[in-house]
């Protein structure tokens, strides 16, 4: 098998987490990559520390028309996008159903679900036109096992697993390519995110116990995206070994 380089690389979410060590893994291997989210002094901060084949672009993808104007004005040498890495996302609360902050719930499907169908409808035009290119989205282990609490989150990772198996179908006969990674527990700035800041309660979740890493992720990321473009890599599943599922819960009277 002949691996492949991809050498224009759009990742959301790049200010933190997986999106920031996604960014540098494709650097690291020679690629232009479109580092894109929200906080515009992360960016830069990373593209200073890449060098010039990367390019900050601060971005809500929440906001439809800024996402299609950021990919519409992308310079003419980072416009031809070989891999989307639809990373940006967010769990808010992990309060159970009945308490759940409804606010909470908007900003997860407007970021997980309509902010990653935006970016990919933006971008898949062009990589249809050149019967080449390569989605690849972060779901959840939430969006395939319940846990309480996980909700409006797992609800929207269902999601992000079900629109990459749509895009496969649609994409079929253009050579486009469509992976979802899936992973469990990973220690970054998520769960300082789910809990509104209490770092803490943040830390807690991962004492103990050895978590996945960031590059843990950004290397599956990459691998599926080197491998020949004869193979597509449906869905990356990976845990922590010491996280793994517990037994069915049963509510007993008396
Ligand atoms: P981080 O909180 O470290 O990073 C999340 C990134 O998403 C940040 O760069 C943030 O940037 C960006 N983001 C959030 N909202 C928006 C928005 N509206 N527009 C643009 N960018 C946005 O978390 P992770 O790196 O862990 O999470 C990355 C992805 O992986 C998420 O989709 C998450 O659901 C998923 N995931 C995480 C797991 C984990 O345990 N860590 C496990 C499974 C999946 P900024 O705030 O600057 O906009
Ligand atoms: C993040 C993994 O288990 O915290 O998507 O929901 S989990």
New binding site residues.
């Given amino acids: 098998m002949t691996s492949i380089q991809p050498s224009t690389v759009f990742v959301?979410?790049?200010?933190?987490?997986?999106?920031?060590a996604i960014a540098r893994r494709f650097a690291a291997s020679g690629a232009r990559v479109i580092a894109?989210?929200?906080?515009a002094e992360?960016l830069k901060d990373l593209a200073g520390e890449l060098g010039s084949s990367v390019l900050p672009v601060t971005?809500?993808?929440?906001d439809r028309a800024a996402v299609f104007a950021a990919v519409s004005d992308l310079p003419a040498e980072f416009a031809e996008v070989d891999v989307l890495v639809n990373?940006?996302?967010?769990?808010l609360g992990q309060d159970l159903a009945q308490a759940a902050d409804l606010d909470d719930w908007d900003q997860m499907v407007d970021?997980?679900c309509k902010?990653l169908a935006y970016v990919t409808r933006a971008v898949l035009p062009g990589m249809v036109a050149r019967r080449k290119g390569h989605v690849i989205n972060?779901?959840?282990?939430?969006g395939g096992y319940p846990y309480p609490g996980g909700n409006a989150y797992g609800g929207s990772?269902a999601f992000v697993h079900q629109f990459s198996l749509g895009l496969r179908s649609d994409l079929h006969g253009t050579g486009v390519r469509v992976t979802c990674v899936?992973?469990?527990?990973?220690d970054?700035?998520?769960s300082t995110?789910r809990f509104h800041g209490d770092k803490a309660r943040a830390d807690a979740v991962y004492t103990g116990m050895q978590p996945l890493t960031?590059a843990d992720i950004a290397e599956s990321v990459y691998w599926a995206a080197s491998l020949p473009p004869h193979v597509n890599v449906n869905v990356i599943e990976l845990m922590a070994t010491a996280q793994s599922f517990a037994a069915f819960q049963v509510a007993r009277e008396g």
């Fill in positions: 959301t979410g790049a200010s933190s987490g997986f999106g920031a894109s989210a929200r906080r992360r971005l809500d993808v929440r990373n940006a996302g967010l769990a970021t997980n902010g972060l779901g959840s282990v939430a990772k899936e992973p469990g527990l990973a970054t700035e998520f995110v960031a």
